[in-house]
Structure formats: structure tokens, C-alpha cells
């Protein structure tokens, strides 16, 4: 018996990275999954034919979660293959270094579209699903970089801040309709996100391992998974409007 047995789930960003390993887990889970991407169809076809080998359905839809009519589509897609959806993973982000006075507009727009307003597009693009099935959950992805400055990165830290924030007053605006909203904010994992950025970003990293002292700062995708399950199961009913921290204790300093 899986934890999300009759569930539908939406995860944008179900292509690649963390939003492939929750969306597969969620499979596990008994969850049928819709595996939202932007570019990448054949790494979202990979995770729909995983989901469905290991017994689950899926489907893959084509999405970018910055344009607000797309997010709308996408859910007419949710509706017509599974009747609708009651979990929504806002994953879909992009993280651009960006040093202040050479930072251009599309980095900004880019940025704020993809990580902000396309969560906040995709979650009331499914309300009106959640609503009809008597409730639902959205998980919001954000990150350490929405507690911790991180340089070249300050466009990056709004978004995530910014996911913070909106999470709790969402939450507040959707308890009535029994949906629970909380975000999930990872620290560093590895992914194509930042593997170009790995050694940009090494000073700040030795900086932090020192503070840290023990261990590997760098997580797994799959590491993000279980903690997913959780917000996205009925052992969350009482829990919205929270931030939680999977970071091996990074924002506990
Ligand atoms: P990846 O770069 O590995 O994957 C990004 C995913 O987002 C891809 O599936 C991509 O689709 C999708 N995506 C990007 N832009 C859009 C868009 N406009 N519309 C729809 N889908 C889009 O990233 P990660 O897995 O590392 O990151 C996932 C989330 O976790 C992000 O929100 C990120 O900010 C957050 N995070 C990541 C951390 C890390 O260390 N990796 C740390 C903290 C937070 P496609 O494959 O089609 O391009």
C-alpha cells in the first residue's frame, strides 16, 4: 500500500534533478504523476516509462510554467488524463549567477517568471482541481538560498525568498479549502543546475564546510524525496505553512 494510493500529482520540473526523483518516488508511492518539463521530453519520457515500469501510471506534458496561459494548458492536460490533481510540486526553477551592475533584465525576468510566478500560476492553474476533490497540497520548492546570502547570486535568493514567503500567505488563503501549502527548501544538491557552478562556487562552499565541520555539504536528488512524500501525504494534514529545511543542518548555523 503506497502513501499517495489514488492520488493524482502534478511536479513541474519532473524532468531532471530533484522534481525526476520525487516524481519517481511519488510513482512508488502509488501517486499517478504528471511529469511537467520545458524542453527536455525525452529525460520526461525516461521518468514516465520508470513510473510505469514500476507499476504506477504517467504521463509527460510539455509546459513552461513562465508564460501563465501554458500553466493553464498544462492543467486542462492534468484534467483530460487523470480527471484531476490533489499534490502539486512547484520544482520547475532556474539559477543564474549574477553579479550586481552587470545583471541584465532577461536574468531578472527569467529568473522571477520561472521561480515565482510560475509557481504561483501552475498552483491557481490546479485550484480550481484541488477545490472540486476537497483539498490537495502544494509543495513549493525553495532552497537555502532562501534563508543564507549566496554571491553572484542575489536575483536567485529573492526568488527563493520570495517562494518563502508566498507559501505561508497561501497557505493562510487556502486552509479553508483544506489544502495545505508548505515549502520544501533543499541545500546544495547535485544536479545540471550546478554543475557548471561548482567550482565558481567553491570558495563559498569551503567557507561553509568549515563552519559545518563534518560531513559532504552535496546531496542527491533522492535525498529530497521522502521529506516530498511526507508534505504531500495525509501525515502533513496539520501542516501549512512551513518551511522545511533539507539541508544536513546548513541553516542551523
Ligand atoms: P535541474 O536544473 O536539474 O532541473 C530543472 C528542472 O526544471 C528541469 O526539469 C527543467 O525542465 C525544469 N524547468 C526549468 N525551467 C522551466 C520552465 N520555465 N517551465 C517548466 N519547467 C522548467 O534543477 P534542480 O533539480 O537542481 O532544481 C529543482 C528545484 O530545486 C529548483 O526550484 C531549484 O531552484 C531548487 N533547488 C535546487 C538546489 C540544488 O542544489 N540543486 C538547492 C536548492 C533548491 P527541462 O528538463 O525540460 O529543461
Known sequence: MGRLNDKVAVVTGGSRGIGAAIARR???????????YKAAA???????????????????????????AACNAMA????????????????????????????SEDEWDNQMNTNVKGAYFAAQALLPQMMARGGGKIINIGSIAGETGIPASAVYCATKGAI?????????????????????????VESDMNA????????????????????NPWMVPDDMAGTAVYLASSDSDTVTG????????????
Open 26 to 36: 511519488y510513482g512508488a508511492e502509488g501517486a499517478r504523476v504528471a511529469v511537467v
Open 42 to 68: 525525452d529525460a520526461a519520457d525516461e521518468v514516465v516509462a520508470d513510473i510505469k515500469a514500476a507499476g504506477s501510471e504517467a504521463t509527460a506534458i510539455r509546459c513552461d510554467v513562465a508564460q501563465t
Open 76 to 103: 486542462d492536460a492534468v484534467g483530460a488524463a487523470f480527471g484531476g490533481a490533489d499534490i502539486l510540486v512547484n520544482n520547475a526553477g532556474i539559477y543564474l549567477l549574477t553579479m550586481p551592475g552587470e545583471t
Open 164 to 188: 518563502k514567503l508566498m507559501t505561508k500567505s497561501l497557505a493562510l488563503d487556502l486552509r479553508p479549502h483544506n489544502i495545505q501549502v508548505n515549502s520544501l527548501s533543499p541545500g546544495c
Open 196 to 215: 557548471g557552478y561548482r567550482a565558481e562556487l567553491q570558495e563559498f562552499m569551503d567557507a561553509l564546510q568549515g563552519r559545518f565541520g563534518v560531513g
Open 242 to 253: 512551513a518551511n522545511v529545511m533539507v539541508d544536513n543542518g546548513y541553516s542551523a548555523f
